[in-house]
């Protein structure tokens, strides 16, 4: 797997994964988002210091993305990652996460924590197989922190 940071070409395959509708119910945020929304945010992230993200690909196929945002009052990064629909049931998710956490990590050390919804069990068990442990939960999410 090659992990390399997202750029605006990748743009339209992000937009097109967040609004699958198994996507939508594990996130956060459950709606649908507009291209035009999408597209600014993206472009945002794109150039926001405190942000990266990356995009894995196997034999130059796009896996999916991770997210890392930074606080560095805190020195903590919470990661996110979404997976290209078309790949699910491949087992992939896991090199996608471990490798991208690795690439972000590089010269860093920080913690890096997740929220993740208690149903979305696939998730929850990546996290923790890469070491994750939970620091807190509510109704909804559990909280996660390596």
Known sequence: MIIKK?????????????NDPLTRIMNADSSI??????????????INPNRE??????NKIKIGVTRFDLNKNQNIAEVSINLNPAMR?????????????DFYLQNKKIKLIAKVKKKNL???SIFKKLKF????????????IL
């Not at 997202?6 to 967040?18: G, L, P, T």
């Not at 993200?53 to 196997?58: R, S």
């Open 33 to 46: 988002v507009v291209l035009a929304n999408h597209k600014k945010w993206f472009e945002n992230s794109l």
């Open 6 to 18: 997202a750029s605006i070409d990748d743009m339209i395959d992000v937009y097109s994964w967040r």
């Open 133 to 144: 442990k939970k620091y807190d939960e509510n109704k909804i999410f559990e909280y996660l």
């Open 89 to 101: 049931g491949k087992r992939l998710s896991f090199s996608l996460l471990s490798n991208s956490i």
């Open 122 to 124: 696939k998730s929850l």
């Open 53 to 58: 993200m990356y995009v894995g690909f196997i």
